[in-house]
């Protein structure tokens, strides 16, 4: 083979975390109640238990049972992950399989295994796997549905994780199944038949795909990447291929050739058209062998076909197939008698036909001849490959000619049969070359192939074939655009069994001789020791060992040499095992031999590896016990690993993997390192590596240990590592965290060992990686480099420094050495060694071009780029340094303000740095990537770099672990971004910019219904009623929460409910005078009741409208429905008094209506957002006939609230067939309803059957109810809504004027059907106008205007031409139209067609009559619809005011009378009245919903002045008749309820409750509809709901809100009742609720809310208070949070409105988030405890008076609430000094009222960075550079100018204090101690201890660059201009470099201060 194994020396590592293992669902499955249990209880009687021999018979048949199922069961592992990115919970889930019960079970380390889920199957699991299924979502994405598949011998069942359950039934055996990254794909089980049944030129495909459970099963395609057949595609026919593996990652599957004995990897991908079309084509053409054999084609198919052959009995499930192997050394006449023979000796067996019985295979086991098998195999014989023919005998031995009937031509395929389109195609990507040199017997099937990879991101495809006890392994590389994969070359390892390690990229390999050895790709890592077993290699004697080992390798010339490779460790031991290779052995001579030598070894071997998962894989060992262990991996402190991860970036990749291995090797030894000794050993290892002596440099000697010798060495020496030694305390002592506490030179304490005189030592050239050193040198400063920008790293990066200053000082980049020393001064001087490198050795170092002089310092950059310098590009490594590349492009593009820094892939602010060897996948693989697309509108810098940060997946989180003054830029950009957030960021931007509200807006959210959220502050209980009562009055549902805030003074909720409460018995007082008898006197009380029953029937309809949408229905238990109560009690002693006690005379069916209108009221409580289904809506039909009618409500509710769509159509048909008529008008208006405007024709059908004029003229007639006529009428208006629809539209115009037809028929109720067809006709053409396309013909207009004012009646037209022949019997009406029947629905259509389109011509025709002679003739009722149709015509003329409603009244009732002329003053006063009633109507109709308080006060006046024409029964009272008055009232009334929909307007309530009180005289049943549908509309929804003014909305309360109510409950003449309750299609959702996101409770939020411009008013902003009604979506600009109180938050409407409608149609729930310092308006309405804080603001003497106590008044965040309680106050445990109390005040109080409580953290870590300095206790200078960068961050904004403060963060004089403080404290320092500057700067020697830290303080701060080359050129300033000049080109700052200025430019004698430049002054 073309690749050598090379090995590591023989070392060993130890293997972790033993632990037996047993497959949990086995353990599961004693105790699981399934077929198998059952059978063991019942094999043997009782009474034989006893006896002797009984008792083994039990054991004998109990071993026979479990082995038998022990050969069935069968289990797989896989790794599971639940939990958030990357802190993921580790475990293994196992799904084990074993006679019919499949156990899917999950565990981990920590906790014990549970089970998930069970299942168990009817018959026998064959097979059971976890796959996952693509279902496609919409044109783009796709949902993973994950499931687990069981697969039967005739169907398979898919279980998915959400619940749904699949059965697929198998056409044909399987053999076995495989999961892909599309489905499954399922191997035919081939039988002797094969070769008979297809014809001569082609096999029938063998391997199917299922792309989900619902698809069809299709064949798979193949693309060969034979020459010879120049890869054509075709079905995958061949019977000898076998598929052995497929994976989903890449998608590739492994198959196996039987005859040539090779294995092929194929890609599998969906197939491309043109492939689909060309297998299609040419299914019918013969096809040669596919894998290009050149043979006979018959006799290569026919000897294939039973090559393979199953015995004809052996169903796979009885375990007794015999299969002959491809491999065996049987040649044909063996097989073929052996054939027959296994044939003839069981006939009883194939008797049974082998197909599944499933559907149409009954109808092909007639036809056994082969003919069936059409070669399109389509159609129904298509997969029915599996049947046993009779036959089956003679075919093998009359010769290899087909049997006679077979036919070839094409003529016996079926014309008709649809050909099966193919999913998936398979592409050869590999294939083993045939037959080379190295084995000469044909390979058996692989059985074991997985994917590896090695540490250097190498992939290998490996595959274990066991004849040959190899594992090949296939190396792989993804080409460029990841579309294919390329096969590079193969390796053979030798091997009895391996598994993959996933996580730690290596492999298990089980050696011949029975070691385990690890394997990192096909690099020899180590052998690995299992502590409890003893390795065979040890136990056997040493003439054995070198036999078996030499089936491990065999040691031929070629690669002889290369085996040897250079040693890294010369100190190694030989390995255990003799190195002497015995004589050429024959492999199977080899293991033959080792199986001898194991049946004699006592102790249990490992026999076989299995289920690896992540590093842990299980042991099979020869006694049958398993055994789980874990492979330790390669690092596990991050340090360690991230050294690594530089060091494979940098080296060449042979190199690299000698230094990992090595390592590996070193780490894992058994009894190996503690943890805390980790990184002391890697650099030990390291340095080793590189040729140092570690023995020789003190701080390495001092790590303590050496390098395990060897592996058997050091675990003689291995210490326990839980007790505490001597040598832990050396670690301690020897510690960089002890150096740094003492800060003593650790070299002055150990003198220095004798032989190196000056601790000098040289580097050793020959150590592997010596040439590296520099290479490696900048790589892991670079490292160093990221470290420091990490809080949670930084620490680790002092024990890197130690490492890179030694490699440093040794290439002699002194530059780097001082960089250190400034980080850790007092940790630096501590080294002084270094070893000295010969001149001549450097030439062999390879330099890279990237190692500079001058050292890459991260924080240094960035300081430059906060002057506004320009700097070089700085080096990173791509997928190492992620922090770095972070932080530097968000300077660059906030700072610097490049707004291309981030977006173009070559910056010009990184170089990355290019290894030895580019690495395609590193960028990809380390890259957190985030799901946002940047795609923003992106204004401002701020605005891009959170969103861009976003995208690269930073998180809050990470900010808070990035240093505080490099996080300060970021921090502001979050802080300017906050106030005014774009309303299209996602999510996560949200999150980072802290505005949780806007995240929690993005999750589909509605409030929590339950009763426990009710908040404390909301004390407004309902009065106490017992728990029956409040439940059953159907309106316990409304969320209390919300309307507490909406109407938080009073107990307006409560009042309507008790309004409208049906459910309890009414109080029925009469005073019984003293000349009235007792029977009398109850006739009296039951007339009484009566009348109040007329009001209690009439309730539900207002109160289906009050509850609206308002419950969520439990699936499991029907809906509540209040009862109807018509029972009374009478005081005082509180009688029953009731109807039906046969007193008095009740209507008949009284109450049938009321109860349907209760069921309405019952469903409309049911939200749209629920979950109801088809099942739920039959299961909630009551048992009773009595309350049929409700059911027939609660199905019209559910239409009206969409949910009827879902009712199966079979159970509607049902509904309908019983003939029930309520029944049948709730479901043809309730399913009309949810189908609004769709034109759906299923439901048009349903419809049409219901009204005769839409049958055919010659139907038979069918007797439908009228009624329900007229809601099929009303439904072809609604499923046509708007649709202009030209035939319906046709028959409706002609039915306004259906005349009466000769029997009874269309006799009664004619209006109310004449109207409905009005109606529904107006509703076809909403709006449409005069554009009715194709209509003009109709003349519809005319037509209607001919129905409302009367005339000659027209000729039928049409198809009704025959119906209306002869006349009626009953009625006589002539030739003219009765326009007392045609008019109202013809006034209404004509006002529904021409609605809002201003058409004077038309409003003209409905003008009122100017004479009083017309006026006669005109019904009063009539000029109300056509006062209403005008105004509504008119639409953008109804004004809000008294004048506007007058000015409908014609002028001639408005003048002055003429004594002489007759009037009718009766006529003139009901024409006034109801003409006012109609333009009141109108003008509610225009503002509804609106709450406009012009059209409210302009209709209460109305309604104030008809209340008094009614009080005092004067003259006008007479005149207009109560009637007539009572009906104006109530559509004013209702006019106002509509304007004040959902508002919950009290004027208009008491209005309401001051009728609900008048039950005597004329009140009747309608009246009482009207009130209290008023109250329902005035409280709609519970006041989340208000009315459109939408055209379909409009058209639905014209039907709702006819002005004509039924005189009593059964009354349906002129209107039907069920059509009141259309009104809630006008209903939209429009209550904003606040909520606070953190407290999640609604709360009070100021809006501003911008109307656009209109004709009647500019752009105006108003303000409301929320909870509270939007106005209409389509009017407003802008909806704005405002607020001093919460974060302000702006949706924009003028761009698109589907936003705010989802947030309004969810409960309107708009998340808002309390700012910092402020209270909610429920704690503090007035705002006077927040104004403390603006009054105290800006003052320092504010801050003074601000007691930390009274911290609670300000915020509610409980993390500054808990700073103050601990940090602010003086306790006896904490004896602070005051100054920093009130310091800590000071801060608290600045983040409290900035708003800005984040950096209270930043404010803390300047005050300790300023103290450490001052009191002189710092040991690194890190926190001065924190400071540095702050101050000059700050001096970058000052400079801008004062207009840019407020931006700013730190706004407070803390930051001048603290720098003051920082400048006294150096400048101080450095009067007393020029001298040590001076000869810093002459390059001498460092100072002691406290003066180096000071000097590199002083340094930092100051930044002034390392000097030392540089003295010269600053020492010889003759004068300031000069020095100045100079020290320009340095980049010294010029403020700094003023303090150096006495230092550089006076005597050396001491400072002087340059004359005139007071150094204050800086």
Not at 529 to 546: A, M
Not at 1690 to 1698: M, N
């Amino acid at each position: 083979m073309s690749e050598v194994v090379y090995e590591e020396t023989a070392t060993m590592i130890a293997a972790g975390e033993l632990q037996p293992f047993v497959p949990f669902g086995r353990e599961h499955c004693r105790n699981h109640p399934n077929a198998f249990n059952l059978q063991l209880r019942e094999l043997q009687p009782a009474s034989e238990l006893w006896s002797s021999d009984g008792a083994a018979g039990l054991v004998g048949s109990l071993q026979e049972v479990s082995l038998q199922e022990r050969e069935r069961e069968c289990w797989q592992l896989r790794k599971g992950c639940k939990g958030v990115r990357e802190e993921d919970v580790e475990f293994e889930e196992e799904l084990y399989a074993a006679g019919t019960v499949v156990v899917w079970s999950q565990g981990s380390r920590s906790q014990a295994s549970n089970v998930y889920k069970a299942f168990t199957v009817d018959s026998p699991v064959q097979q059971a796997l976890w796959c996952t299924f693509a279902v496609p979502h919409d044109k783009k994405d796709e949902d993973v549905e994950q499931t687990v598949c069981i697969v039967q011998s005739s169907c398979i069942n898919v279980h998915t994780v959400t619940g749904k359950d699949f059965i697929s039934p198998l056409p044909f055996q399987v053999s076995n199944v495989w999961a892909t990254k599309f489905g499954l794909l399922l191997e035919r089980k081939n039988t002797a038949t094969d070769a008979q049944l297809s014809p001569p030129g082609e096999s029938l495909p063998t391997v199917f795909s299922m792309l989900h459970p619902l698809d069809e099963i299709a064949p798979v395609v193949c693309k060969p990447a034979g020459l010879f057949e120049g890869s054509r595609v075709q079905y995958v026919s061949d019977a000898s291929m076998k598929i052995v593996f497929s994976c989903c990652q890449p998608s590739v599957v492994v198959s196996y050739d039987t005859v040539q004995g090779t294995h092929s990897v194929w890609a599998l991908r969906r197939v491309t058209q043109d492939e689909r079309s060309t297998v299609l084509r040419c299914s019918v053409d013969p096809v040669g062998t596919p894998l290009g054999l050149m043979a006979s084609g018959l006799l290569t198919s026919h000897l294939r076909n039973i090559s393979r052959l199953d015995s004809p009995g052996g169903s796979g499930a009885t375990g007794t197939s015999c299969v002959v192997s491809a491999g065996s050394p049987l040649h044909y006449g063996a097989l073929h008698s052996h054939q027959s023979r296994i044939m003839t000796s069981s006939p009883g067996l194939h008797s049974r036909v082998q197909s599944p019985s499933i559907s149409n295979m009954a109808a092909l086991s007639r036809a056994h001849s082969p003919g069936m098998a059409a070669p399109s195999f389509s159609g129904a014989s298509r997969f029915n490959t599996s049947l046993h023919s009779p036959s089956h005998h003679q075919q093998h031995h009359h010769g290899l000619l087909p049997s006679p009937n077979t036919t070839v031509n094409d003529s016996a395929v079926a014309p008709e049969v649809e050909p099966i389109v193919p999913d998936l195609c398979m592409e050869q990507l590999w294939s083993e070359t045939v037959g080379a040199g190295c084995h000469r017997e044909m390979s058996s099937q692989a059985s074991k192939v997985f994917l590896t990879s090695d540490l250097c991101e190498n992939r290998y495809l490996c595959f274990l074939v066991e004849s040959h006890q190899q594992l090949r392994c296939v190396k792989f590389i993804e080409s460029n655009n990841t579309s294919q994969l390329i096969f590079t070359s193969v390796t053979t390892v030798a091997a009895k069994d391996a598994e993959p390690l996933q996580n730690i990229d290596a492999m298990l390999v089980l050696e011949a001789c029975g070691s385990l050895v690890l394997y990192t790709g096909i690099t020899r890592v180590s052998k690995v020791f299992v502590p409890s077993l003893l390795s065979p290699t040890f136990s056997l004697t040493n003439h054995l060992s070198h036999l078996s080992r030499a089936a491990e390798k065999v040691s031929t010339p070629a690669n002889a040499g290369s085996r040897h490779l250079q040693r890294l460790d010369e100190a190694a031991m030989p390995s255990p095992v003799s190195e002497l290779r015995g004589p050429n052995l024959k492999h199977h001579e080899g293991s033959f031999l080792e199986d001898y030598t194991f049946q004699h070894a006592t102790t249990p071997y490992i026999h076989a590896l299995r289920d690896p998962v992540c590093n842990r894989v299980t042991l099979e060992l020869s006694c049958g016990r398993m055994l789980r262990i874990s492979i330790p991996e390669i690092a596990t402190s991050e340090l360690v690993r991230k050294c690594l991860q530089a060091v494979r970036f940098i080296l060449p990749k042979e190199a690299a993997m000698k230094v990992l291995v090595k390592w590996y090797n070193i780490y894992n030894a058994p009894g190996g390192p503690s943890a805390h000794a980790e990184w002391n050993l890697f650099v030990t290892c390291f340095m080793t590596l590189m040729g140092y002596n570690t023995e020789r440099l003190a701080w390495t000697r001092n790590l303590h240990f050496e390098v395990p010798l060897s592996p058997v060495i050091a675990a003689k020496k291995a210490r326990p590592s839980d007790g505490g030694s001597e040598e832990d305390l050396d670690y301690l002592l020897g510690s960089h965290y002890h150096r740094q506490m003492n800060s003593q030179p650790v070299c002055s304490n150990s003198p220095l060992p004798t032989e190196t005189p000056t601790g000098q030592s040289s580097l050793d050239s020959a150590a592997p990686l010596f040439p590296h050193v520099p290479a490696l040198f900048y790589v892991l400063h670079l490292l160093y480099q990221e470290l420091q920008l990490d809080e949670l790293q930084r620490a680790r990066a002092s024990s890197l420094v130690c490492l890179l200053q030694q490699l440093a000082r040794d290439l002699q980049l002194d530059e780097y050495v001082d960089l250190y020393w400034r980080d850790y001064p007092s940790l630096i001087r501590g080294f002084t060694e270094s070893c000295v490198i010969d001149q001549t050795l450097i030439g062999q170092m390879q330099r890279p071009s990237f190692l500079r002089a001058e050292p890459p310092c991260v924080l240094s950059w960035l300081s430059g780029c906060l002057r506004g310098e320009e700097s070089p590009p700085f080096p990173c490594l791509p997928g190492i340094c992620t922090r770095t590349r972070l932080l530097v492009l968000s300077f660059a593009l906030y700072i610097v303000g490049d707004e291309n820094a981030t977006s173009t892939s070559v910056s010009k602010y990184l170089v990355k740095l290019s290894a030895g060897q580019k690495y395609s996948t590193s960028e990809l693989h380390y890259r957190r990537q985030s799901s946002v697309k940047v795609k923003f509108s992106c204004e401002t810098l701020a605005e891009q770099l959170v969103v861009w940060l976003t995208s690269e997946g930073f998180t809050l989180k990470d900010l808070e672990s990035v240093p505080f003054g490099v996080a300060l830029p970021i921090r502001e950009a979050i802080y300017r971004c906050r106030e005014q957030p774009c309303s299209d960021w996602s999510e996560e931007v949200c999150l980072l910019i802290g505005r949780q509200d806007l995240t929690k807006q993005a999750h589909k959210m509605t409030l929590a219904k339950s009763k426990a959220s009710v908040g404390s502050g909301l004390s407004l209980e309902p009065p106490v009623a017992t728990e029956a009562d409040e439940e059953e009055d159907g309106m316990s549902d409304i969320i209390q929460e919300v309307t507490g805030l909406i109407w938080s003074q009073d107990l307006r909720v409560q009042e309507v409910r008790r309004l409208l409460q049906s459910s309890r018995p009414v109080r029925v007082s009469v005073v019984q005078l003293p000349e009235v008898s007792d029977h009398e006197y109850i006739e009296e009380k039951e007339n009484k009741l009566l009348q109040l029953c007329q009001r209690t029937m009439a309730l539900p309809v207002g109160r289906g409208l009050f509850t609206l949408f308002s419950y969520q229905p439990v699936p499991t238990e029907p809906l509540p429905v209040p009862k109807l109560n018509l029972t009374g009690r009478a005081p005082p002693r509180n009688t029953m008094v009731d109807l039906n006690s046969g007193n008095i005379d009740v209507p008949p069916n009284m109450t049938s209506w009321p109860s349907f209108h209760n069921g309405v009221a019952a469903g409309l409580k049911i939200a749209p957002a629920s979950q109801v289904d088809s099942a739920w809506i039959a299961y909630n039909k009551p048992k009773s006939p009595e309350l049929a009618n409700e059911y027939a409500g609660f199905l019209m509710a559910l239409g009206l609230n969409g949910h009827l769509t879902k009712l199966a159509t079979l159970n509607i048909h049902d509904y309908l067939t019983k003939g029930h008529e309520m029944t049948s008008i709730g479901l043809l208006l309730g399913v009309s309803s949810a189908k609004l405007g769709t034109m759906d024709m299923s439901i048009t059908r349903l419809l049409s059957i219901h009204i005769p004029a839409l049958l055919p003229p010659t139907s038979t007639e069918l007797d439908v109810p009228h009624n329900v006529q007229v809601a099929a009428v009303i439904g072809i208006g609604l499923v046509y809504q708007g649709t202009g629809h030209r035939h319906n539209a046709e028959v409706l115009l002609s039915e306004i004027g259906r005349p009466p037809g000769p029997e009874m028929e269309y006799c009664t109720d004619r209006e109310s059907y004449s109207l409905a067809a009005g109606l529904a006709l107006g509703m076809v053409c909403l709006g449409h106008g005069s554009n009715l396309i194709g209509m003009t013909d109709l003349n519809v207009p005319e037509q209607l205007y001919q129905y409302m004012v009367g005339g000659h009646r027209r000729a039928q037209a049409g198809a009704n031409r025959e119906r209306h022949k002869s006349p009626s019997y009953q009625i006589k009406e002539g030739d003219t139209i009765n326009v007392d029947v045609t008019c109202p629905g013809a006034t209404l259509a004509l006002a529904m067609i021409y609605l809002k389109t201003n058409n004077r011509s038309i409003a003209d025709w409905l003008k009122p009559p100017d004479t009083w002679f017309l006026l006669d003739f005109i019904k009063p009722e009539f000029l109300l619809l056509r006062t209403l149709a005008r105004c509504i015509i008119m639409w953008d003329e109804i004004l809000p005011n008294t004048e506007w409603v007058k000015s409908n009244i014609p002028q001639i009732m408005r003048g002055t009378f003429d004594p002489s002329e007759d009037i009718n003053m009766e006529t003139m006063a009901q024409a006034q009245d109801y003409i006012t009633a109609g333009a009141c109507m109108a003008l509610g109709l225009r503002f509804a919903g609106s709450a406009n308080s012009d059209a409210f006060d302009c209709l209460y006046e109305f309604a104030r002045t008809f209340m008094k024409i009614m009080s005092f029964a004067g003259t006008a009272a007479v005149q207009t008749g109560y009637y007539n008055l009572q009906t104006g009232l109530s559509m004013i009334l209702l006019a106002m309820s509509m304007v004040m929909s959902g508002t919950g307007n009290l004027k208009v309530l008491q209005l309401c409750r001051f009728f609900h009180k008048r039950t005597g005289g004329e009140m009747n049943y309608g009246f009482h509809m009207a009130h209290h549908m008023g109250l329902g509309l005035l409280f709609l929804g519970g006041g989340r709901y208000t009315l459109s003014t939408s055209n379909s909305a409009i058209a639905a309360l014209l039907c709702a809100l006819y002005p004509h109510f039924p005189a009593h409950s059964t009354d349906n003449r002129y209107h039907l009742q069920a059509l009141r309750h259309l009104a809630v299609l006008a209903a939209e959702p429009r209550l904003l609720v606040p909520v606070d996101v953190d407290s999640l409770k609604p709360c009070y939020a100021l809006l501003e809310v911008t109307y656009k411009e209109t004709k009647w008013y500019k752009e105006t902003t108003v303000e409301l208070m929320a909870p509270t009604m939007l106005p209409e979506l389509h009017l407003l600009k802008r909806v704005k949070v405002k607020g001093p109180r919460y974060w302000e938050l702006s949706v924009d409407l003028s761009r698109e409105t589907q936003h705010l409608q989802s947030i309004l149609s969810r409960d309107g729930v708009l998340y808002v988030k309390l700012r910092a310092g402020q209270l909610p308006y429920k704690d503090d309405p007035q705002g006077w405890k927040s104004l403390l804080a603006s009054t105290v603001n800006h003052r320092s003497s504010g801050v003074r008076a601000f007691k930390p106590e009274s911290i609670s008044t300000f915020t509610s965040e409980p993390a500054l609430v808990s700073f103050a309680e601990f940090f602010c106050k003086t306790s006896e445990e904490i004896q602070h000094r005051d100054d920093t109390l009130v310091l800590f005040s000071a801060m608290l109080y600045e983040c409290v009222t900035q708003e800005c409580p984040e950096m209270l953290p930043t404010y803390i870590a300047i005050e300790q960075a300023v103290g450490a300095l001052r009191r002189g206790d710092l040991l690194q200078t890190f926190p001065l550079w924190q400071m540095r960068l702050v101050v000059e961050l700050w001096d970058s904004r000052v400079q801008r100018g004062p207009a840019n403060r407020h931006d700013a963060l730190l706004t407070s004089e803390f930051l001048p204090v603290m720098k003051n403080m920082v400048d006294v404290a150096l400048d101080r320092w450095l009067t007393d101690n020029s001298a040590v500057l001076r000869s810093y700067m002459r390059g001498e020697a460092l100072p002691k201890a406290a003066q180096s830290i000071m000097l590199a303080s002083f340094l930092v701060y100051r930044s002034i660059p390392s000097l030392r080359n540089t003295h010269t050129q600053l020492e010889g300033c003759s004068s300031l201009g000069d020095l100045v000049w100079r020290s320009s080109r340095l980049r010294i700052p010029l403020r700094d470099l003023l303090r150096l200025v006495p230092v550089l430019l006076g005597p050396a004698s001491g400072p002087h201060s340059v004359p005139g430049l007071p150094l204050q002054a800086f």
